[in-house]
């Protein structure tokens, strides 16, 4: 029994936890690829995100801010589809940055869990709707540039592909993975407490 006891214990502080959220890095970007029909493949984590432009005119597309970051000028309105492999089980991170006086508007749209926001964007935006649901669409604050790391930012879980379509002016996105606990794990941190009460009481 108490061998099985100490056993149990030692598989709970064993239990992985969740990796740092990661970007993707787009200094290897080529216009000429993500308006492809193929589009162009970047890594993120333990897989990857094809990012090409589906639908709309062709804008100028920039890799700026210590090069996770990738920017569109000009061309809207237009669509961008992700599409994730090997990132089950990963909350997916889309993050827009408010940086020309545009009033820029966007919508983010997901095939997997409905959007979550993560960051509020430091007052930089208004209009924003569809939190909680699988399309979120925002507009920039006209005479209010924010600087790149000052953005609205939503996740969503177990997506494997997202759209990304501007609307009106100029945007920054960045694009972000991070790893969930899997439920087995949070469930095997409460058998482990459980059971050495348990044995401290026997």
Do not use: C
Not at 27 to 33: I, K, V
Not at 143 to 153: F, M, N, T
Not at 161 to 187: C, H
């Amino acid at each position: 029994m108490r061998n099985t006891i100490l056993l149990l214990f030692s598989v709970v502080t064993l239990a992985p936890a969740a990796n740092a959220q990661t970007y993707v890095n787009f200094s290897s970007f080529d216009q000429t690829a993500i308006e492809s029909a193929a589009g162009q493949n970047f890594s993120l984590l333990t897989g990857s995100v094809n990012f090409k432009r589906t639908s709309g005119t062709s804008g100028t597309i920039q890799s700026v801010s210590g090069v996770n970051t990738i920017r569109l000028v000009g061309g809207a309105p237009t669509t961008y589809t992700m599409t994730f492999s090997g990132l089950a089980g990963h909350n997916i991170f889309l993050t827009d940055f408010e940086t020309m006086s545009n009033l820029e508007q966007s919508t983010f749209t997901t095939n997997g869990g409905n959007w979550v926001a993560a960051d509020a964007g430091n007052g930089l935006y208004q209009n924003i709707t569809g939190v909680g649901s699988s399309s979120v669409s925002f507009q920039g604050l006209n005479g209010v540039p924010g600087p790149y790391g000052q953005g609205l930012e939503f996740s969503s879980l177990n997506a494997t592909s997202m759209n990304w379509t501007l609307d009106k002016g100029n945007n920054g996105l960045k694009i972000g993975a991070e790893a969930v606990p899997e439920p087995s794990s949070t469930a095997l941190l409460g058998l482990g407490a459980l059971v050495l009460l348990v044995r401290r009481r026997i």
